[in-house]
């Protein structure tokens, strides 16, 4: 079981950069990587991949924010953060971080509203 | 990017019901297609990975099939907890993509 928590203000201006972070709790040693992800959620509609980290810290955003986004891992923290540069209106939503391992997402955090409003 | 198009958007169904949603995927993505729940206020909850591999936890009303491009998640008898949106979702190619969801209410 690995537990997560999503941080940070729940409410940035437009052109500000948003910044989360996620705790999480200790891993068992397993032979699986984990993926340290963000995904994210507007308000009604689906869910949209941002990014994750890998534990040796190889990064993959979604190609559709890469130019915006930025996560980071630190380790001796059991911490991930995520940096969206730039936002709008259309990056208000729900931010979900989760672990990717062995194919699918199979722990998430409760997830934080982040409104983009002056 | 791979597309994943889920079908129907919304049901409407009994309790004790048999529910099936439909997940067609752009191209072949093998067996890498995993079903998540999410209830209202709360984040997704993996259901079954890989097309049709159970994860503990999860209750036996629940199962996947499909392969290749077209993929089923079934309920077989539903219950008052499992209103909830169904999501589907591809892990064989980035970016990692959902299906739209399938939004499941209980008469």
């Known amino acids: 079981q690995v537990h997560l928590q999503e941080s940070g203000p729940g409410l940035v201006k437009p052109s500000q950069t948003l910044s989360l972070s996620c705790n999480f709790s200790?891993?068992?040693?397993?032979?699986?990587?984990?993926?340290w992800t963000w995904i994210r959620q507007p308000p009604g509609k689906g869910l949209e991949w941002i990014g994750y980290i890998s534990d040796n810290r190889v990064t993959y955003y979604n190609p559709s924010l890469t130019s915006r986004v930025s996560i980071s891992l630190d380790t001796s923290r059991n911490q991930f953060s995520l940096e969206v540069t730039s936002v709008s209106a259309a990056d208000t939503a729900f931010y979900f971080c989760?672990?990717?391992?062995?194919?699918?997402?199979?722990?998430w955090g409760p997830g934080m509203l982040v409104t983009v409003s002056s | 990017e791979i597309v994943l198009t889920q079908s129907p958007d919304f049901q409407s169904v009994p309790p004790k019901e048999k529910v099936t949603i439909t997940c067609r995927a752009s191209q072949n993505i093998g067996l890498s297609l995993h079903w998540y729940q999410q209830k209202p206020g709360q984040s997704p909850n993996l259901l079954i990975k890989?097309?049709?591999r159970t994860i503990s936890g999860v209750p036996s009303r629940f199962s996947g099939s499909g392969s290749g491009t077209v993929f089923t998640l079934t309920i077989t008898s539903l219950e008052p907890e499992d209103a909830a949106t169904y999501y589907c979702h591809q892990s064989t190619g980035l970016p990692h993509t959902f299906g739209q969801g399938t939004k499941v209410e209980v008469k």
């Open positions: 989760s672990r990717y391992s062995g194919g699918s997402f199979d722990f």
């Open positions: 200790s891993v068992s040693i397993s032979t699986d990587v984990s993926y």
């Open positions: 890989f097309a049709s």
